[in-house]
């Protein structure tokens, strides 16, 4: 089982939908967490760090379940131009983990 | 504005040639990150320092080699040794390899060998 697991989608989604997805963790000694957006070709930027009470920016809401390991990120009011991957970077001692991304694509 | 770059953004080489690819930062950050992206597939770590003259091997550190003689500068050289170069290269650092640092990402270096 890989250490972070999302559903690579993609995610077909209409604008102005919520829509959420998730990320697994299996080892519960991690520690931080932090969702990171890519669109195509280009680099990942930092999008927000997950906060273990849950934490809001705009239109974007993260959460973290510690007991079932995984953490979600909800967007509401969705924009074409949050069509992009989303990846979740679970952090445990110095090591850095990356998920594979889920895809989301946000139809007109 | 503080931030990381990288060049070139597009490199072209022939099979059997090492090259060097540049990552700057002038954020103060202690740690700095090289990774590797395929197409479809998820970041994989190559090397990572956490302070001035010290790096360590990550997961696919083979036919890669790195120095760290200044804070700002992390280059990676991509060794004729290095099988399947082509890839994505993403530099990051970060302000310490601690547990709530996240990463920041400079633009990437498109390396395409033939």
């Known amino acids: 089982r890989k250490e972070v697991e999302q559903d690579p989608g993609p995610f077909n989604v209409p604008e102005g939908a919520t829509v959420a997805f998730n990320c697994t963790y299996s080892?519960?000694?991690?520690?931080?967490f932090f969702w990171y957006r890519q669109d195509c070709r280009k680099e990942p930027k930092l999008l927000m760090s997950v906060y273990s009470s849950g934490n809001e920016d705009g239109r974007f809401t993260a959460q973290l379940n510690r007991a079932s390991q995984y953490i979600s990120l909800l967007i509401r009011d969705s924009k074409l131009s949050d069509s992009a991957t989303y990846l979740c970077v679970v952090n445990r001692d110095d090591k850095i983990i990356f998920g594979k991304g889920t895809r989301l694509h946000i139809l007109p | 504005d503080g931030g990381i770059t990288q060049s070139p953004k597009y490199l072209f080489r022939k099979e059997g040639q090492n090259v060097t690819l540049s990552c700057e930062q002038n954020l103060n950050h202690d740690a700095m990150y090289w990774y590797r992206q395929d197409p479809g597939q998820g970041l994989r770590l190559i090397y990572y320092s956490q302070i001035v003259n010290d790096f360590q091997k990550g997961d696919i550190a083979e036919g890669y080699s790195v120095s760290r003689e200044k804070k700002e500068s992390f280059p990676l050289t991509v060794t004729s040794a290095q099988k399947n170069p082509t890839a994505f290269y993403l530099c990051?650092?970060?302000?310490?390899?601690?547990?709530?640092?996240?990463?920041?990402f400079g633009n990437g270096t498109r390396l395409t060998v033939t």
């Open positions: 990051a650092s970060s302000e310490s390899t601690g547990r709530h640092s996240p990463l920041h």
């Open positions: 080892n519960s000694a991690s520690q931080s």
